[in-house]
């Protein structure tokens, strides 16, 4: 099982960004996927999830600006998110049901 992060930066409030988990060593239209974030100098605090079925939840922090998604084909679960706030700078990672996760990615909110 191999996860990558990638797509973060440093956006301005107000801004988007998109990030991409591409997943190897299983097929994640077997299995439920996340997104979880950890601010500095804190846990981890889950996000999003998207199930098998493409079904997803979302954590109320993030609610209604965060959307995720999933291609099957290639393999890849994303995390579209607008109107970022600074409380939203974390490394975010995806990770599996079992707890698996990447090397994660950064993102930086700031004015």
């Known amino acids: 099982v191999q996860l990558v992060e990638s797509g973060g930066g440093t956006v301005q409030p107000g801004g988007s960004l998109r990030l991409s988990c591409a997943a190897s060593?299983?097929?994640?239209?077997?299995?439920?996927m996340n997104w979880v974030r950890q601010a500095p100098g804190k846990g981890f605090e889950w996000v999003a999830r998207i199930n098998h079925r493409a079904g997803t939840t979302y954590a109320n922090a993030v609610k209604g600006r965060f959307t995720v998604s999933k291609d099957d084909a290639t393999e890849v679960v994303y995390l579209q998110m607008e109107n970022l706030k600074p409380e939203d700078t974390a490394v975010y990672y995806c990770q599996t049901e079992g707890g698996r996760r990447g090397q994660g990615t950064q993102v930086t909110v700031s004015p």
């Open positions: 060593g299983f097929k994640i239209n077997q299995f439920a």
